[in-house]
Every structure is written in structure tokens, then in C-alpha cells.
């Protein structure tokens, strides 16, 4: 048995995530910097600033559980507003002093001799840590369409995660490519600004009707003086029980749950959208809640508005003016936005991650991105993951998925710091055991009902937990100390 010690642990990325670890290692007084590639904190709220961006978790429930916000502008709110309480939060507990921008992390490399990790950055410099915090982010790497032609749009083009404020929108003709939650968001804010939109819908999307309201200054000055009225709203029977609701839907989807959601969505296509053409445009052909489903209290009022135009057909080639259909049309635009998606099987990547002996994480990702409950990996001793693969949890918030994951991780810290263990990784049998179950489960989920979408990876299985909240909750608890290795 060692002595205690005191661990040095670098954290990759300043997101949501990565500024949980630091308050979280900070409140127990420990070393830790955090290694951010940009030059300002905030993840994936500092990367998206398209018109429309808001979240789809209800504002009061996007927060971490220990800083509600009183602030927030409205029920459901926007991309701008989230960036600015990660900001305040890092602030507060004085985790932006901690962050090192501009280092973006080129390779982590483990050292068997010293059960150390030494990470490199693209500026040349390079560091040394005992635990490694991935909390790297999980949809942060663009995906360009591979449509022939694309560099030779002569107007301004560009992906929705490199929103560019130069391109002409407002009385402007433009071009939108992809209807996930991205492409539905824009098209509710540009319905307005634009002379016309046309948007390419490959494959229409189901919408689930939510409520969208402000709260007004009594309401803030309310949940100021009583942070009971907040925590109401996060832990409401009524939102909370319709969130459960929807993890037991996608997981037993023949159920009378599913087809609640089922309905709901029919319904709002059908008794929203009056032009008959429209609605067989509109109308998906797979299943409710196979793609993410997308929320929205706006979405069908707009995209009936004369400015708005859905193409379903298909795009033959980009052309200088425009996107040429394979029927021949041409959609003359000013401006091509690529709501196309990103990468999700990127993760920690492209850094170049080399664990004990020199196993390569490429190596141990080559058929999918995997990890022992989404989180550590045989292999990659004292490396652990916030949001890592297979991590999403239904349509939960990734801040509470991220508390709860670093509840887990806790445990195991604490056998290094105890002077327990040296080294922890979960035993390669536990966890291919995991991962068989998880795959099983997995394809039974609504994710794998027949439909194209970020959640499956490159041999069509949902990446996600493909139990109920409940369970999740509970394997959050405590890891099951028999299914790790701990070296001294
Ligand atoms: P998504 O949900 O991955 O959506 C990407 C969209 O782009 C989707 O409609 C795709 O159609 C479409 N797409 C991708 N490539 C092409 C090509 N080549 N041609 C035509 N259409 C294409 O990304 P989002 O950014 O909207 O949302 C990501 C997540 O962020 C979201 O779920 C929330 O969790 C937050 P397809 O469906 O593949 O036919």
C-alpha cells in the first residue's frame, strides 16, 4: 500500500465538461490545468453561433445542478445566452485562470515506466500528468457533404459551425443543406430575414411540439430570491417524467410509450401543415425519434411562410450560382449554408492517443469509438472520458450525463490518491463483456429502427446508452472496483 499522493491531471478542452472537472477537482483542492485549443472557453456554445441556435433541453435543466442561473432570457434558451453562463460559471469558480488557450492537444502519450501521460500541443510544448481528462467534446468536427462542385460556389459557402457574418442573408437567396436540429433552427430564424431559402431536405424530420415562453423580469427576480422556484422547473414531475418517458420509449419501441411520440409528432405534421404538397414534402419515412427528434414550438409556422421553399429532390452538382437538381432545376443563391452535420466518431481525435505498450487509440477504435461505460478503456490507464463514446443518454442533458459520469470517475481517482493503485484501466474482459451487452441492447432502440444519423457508428449501431435513465443513475453510483485493473 503507497503513501497518498497528489495527482497532476491535465484536461483537454474548456467546454461544459472539461470546466465540470476543473470545479470539481478544484473544490477538492487538487493540481489541474485545463488545454483548450481556442483562444475562449465554452465547447460547443462557443463554436455554433448560427441564427436560431438554441438548445433543446429547457434552459432551468441546462445548467450544472450546483449553479442554477435565474438569468435566462426564456424557457428554452439561445447559444449566446448558454456561452455567457459558461463564462460566468468558469469566472465564479475561478476556473479561467486554470485554462490554457491555444493549446491544442497533437498527441498523449503513456509512459508504462512512470504510469505517466505526456501530452504534446500543436505549439510545440509538451506536458507531463498523471490522470487525463478527455471532456474533448463529441460533436465538434464539421462534415462536409460530398456533393460534387462544392468549391465552385462563387458566393460565400459555409458549414453552420463556421458561421460566417459577412454572407448575405438578409433579402438574400440562400441555400440550406441539412434539416437536423441545426438546419430546422435556421430556417426559423432566417424565415423573415431572407427574400428566399431554399432548403434541401434529404430526409424530412419528424418535430415534436414543445411550449416556448420568455420569463420576464419578475420571473428572474423570483427565481433570484427563491432558487427553490428554479430547481422546480429542473426537477418538474411533468418534464422530468415526460424525459424518463422518452429513455423508456426508445428503448422498447413496439411500447405504448413510443407510440405516444408516435402520434404526437403525426399529429403536428398533419394539423400544422395545411398545403397537401407541403406535408407529403415534410413526411419522413422512417420512424419517430430514429434521427433525434427535433423540438420546436415554430418550425411549421415558418417553413410555410412564402419565403421558405423545400426541396426534396435530389442535388445533382453545386454550381458557380447555385445547386443544380438532378431533375435539372437550378436554385439560384447568394449564399450556400451546410447544415450538414459533424463527426462523431471523432472524439479525442485526430490527436494521436498511444497507451500502455504503445496500443494506439486509432487501433482500439477501428471498428467504433468504445469505452467502458462510456468512460475509461482498457488499455489507456488513468485516462478518463466526460461524454465519451457511446455516452448519450435518450434526450438528456449531456451536463447532467457529465456530473453523474464524474461521480464514477471520483471513485477511481480515489484509489490513485489514496496511493492505492499507480495505474487503473478496466480488465479487457469486463469490459468487452459491457460492450457486448451495450451492442445488443443497442440495436433495439428506436436509433436503430432503419433510419441514417450521427448516433449510429460506421457498422450502423447506435452509440449511445441503450438502457433506461434509471439504470444509467445507478451504474453512476460506484464502478464495479472487480472490473478494473489497479496496478501499483
Ligand atoms: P445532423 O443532425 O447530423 O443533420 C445533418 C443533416 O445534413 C441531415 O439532414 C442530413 O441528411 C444532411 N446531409 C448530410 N450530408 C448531406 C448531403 N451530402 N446531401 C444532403 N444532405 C446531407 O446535424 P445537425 O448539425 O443538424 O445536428 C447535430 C446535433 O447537434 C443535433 O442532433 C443536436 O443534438 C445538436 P440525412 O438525414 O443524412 O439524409
Redesign the pocket.
Same mark, same amino acid.
Given at each position: 500500500m503507497g503513501e497518498a499522493r497528489k495527482l497532476r491531471y491535465a484536461i483537454i478542452g474548456a467546454g461544459m465538461a472539461g470546466i465540470l472537472a476543473g470545479i470539481k477537482l478544484k473544490e477538492r483542492g487538487e493540481q489541474f490545468t485545463i488545454y483548450e485549443k481556442a483562444d475562449k472557453l465554452g465547447g460547443t456554445w462557443r463554436e455554433n453561433r448560427y441564427p436560431g441556435l438554441t438548445c433543446?433541453v429547457p434552459a432551468h435543466a441546462y445548467t450544472y445542478s450546483f449553479e442554477p442561473y435565474p438569468d435566462w432570457d426564456a424557457y428554452y434558451s439561445t447559444g449566446a445566452q448558454i456561452q455567457t453562463y459558461f463564462e460566468y460559471v468558469a469566472d465564479k469558480y475561478g476556473i479561467t485562470p486554470m485554462i490554457r488557450f491555444g493549446h491544442e492537444v497533437t498527441s498523449a502519450i503513456y509512459n508504462d515506466a512512470t504510469a505517466t501521460w505526456t501530452l504534446t500541443f500543436g505549439n510545440g510544448s509538451s506536458v507531463e500528468a498523471d490522470v487525463v481528462i478527455a471532456a474533448s467534446g463529441v460533436?465538434h468536427h464539421p462534415?462536409l457533404?460530398? #456533393?460534387a462542385g462544392l468549391d465552385t460556389f462563387k458566393g460565400p459557402a459555409f458549414h453552420?459551425a463556421r458561421w460566417d457574418d459577412s454572407a448575405p442573408i438578409d433579402g438574400a437567396r440562400v441555400g440550406l443543406?441539412?434539416?437536423?436540429?441545426?438546419?430546422i433552427q435556421i430556417v426559423t430564424a432566417l424565415a423573415d430575414r431572407v427574400e428566399k431559402l431554399v432548403h434541401?431536405?434529404?430526409?424530412p424530420?419528424w418535430v415534436m411540439p414543445v411550449p416556448q415562453f420568455d420569463y420576464t423580469d419578475a420571473d428572474r427576480e423570483a427565481f433570484r430570491k427563491d432558487p427553490a422556484l428554479m430547481d422546480a422547473i429542473r426537477y418538474n414531475d411533468e418534464y422530468l417524467g415526460a424525459i424518463k418517458r422518452f429513455t423508456d420509449a426508445i428503448t422498447d419501441i413496439d411500447g405504448p410509450l413510443m407510440q405516444q411520440i408516435e402520434d404526437a409528432c403525426l399529429q403536428n405534421l398533419e394539423n400544422s401543415v395545411r398545403d397537401p404538397e407541403l406535408k407529403e414534402k415534410l413526411r419522413p419515412n422512417y420512424r419517430a425519434a430514429c434521427?433525434?427528434l427535433i423540438y420546436s414550438w415554430n418550425y411549421y409556422d415558418k417553413v410555410q411562410q412564402p419565403s421558405i421553399f423545400v426541396e426534396t429532390g435530389g #442535388?445533382e452538382r453545386i454550381e458557380p450560382t447555385g445547386v443544380r437538381m438532378k431533375d435539372g432545376t437550378l436554385h439560384e443563391l447568394d449564399t450556400l449554408v451546410l447544415?450538414?452535420?459533424?463527426r462523431a466518431d471523432r472524439f479525442i481525435r485526430p490527436a494521436v492517443v498511444k497507451g500502455a505498450g504503445g496500443v494506439c487509440l486509432d487501433d482500439f477504435w477501428a471498428v467504433r469509438p468504445r469505452a467502458h461505460y462510456a468512460m475509461t478503456m482498457p488499455g489507456f490507464p488513468n485516462l478518463f472520458m466526460l461524454n465519451g463514446p457511446t455516452g448519450p443518454v435518450g434526450n438528456f442533458s449531456l451536463i447532467d450525463i457529465a456530473e453523474q459520469q464524474w461521480n464514477y470517475i471520483e471513485h477511481l481517482l480515489d484509489e490513485l490518491r489514496a496511493g492505492r493503485a499507480r495505474s487503473v484501466q478496466p480488465r479487457a474482459e469486463a469490459f468487452e463483456d459491457y460492450e457486448e451487452r451495450r451492442i445488443a441492447a443497442a440495436k433495439t432502440t428506436i436509433f436503430g429502427s432503419g433510419c441514417?444519423?450521427?448516433y449510429l457508428d460506421g457498422e450502423g449501431v447506435p452509440a449511445s446508452w441503450p438502457w433506461s435513465y434509471e439504470a444509467f443513475a445507478e451504474a453512476m453510483k460506484q464502478p464495479v472496483m472487480s472490473e478494473f485493473e489497479l496496478a501499483a
Open positions: 433543446d460533436l462534415k457533404p460530398d #456533393i453552420t443543406i441539412g434539416c437536423g436540429s441545426t438546419g434541401f431536405q434529404r430526409s424530420q434521427k433525434r #442535388i447544415a450538414t452535420g459533424f441514417q444519423s450521427w
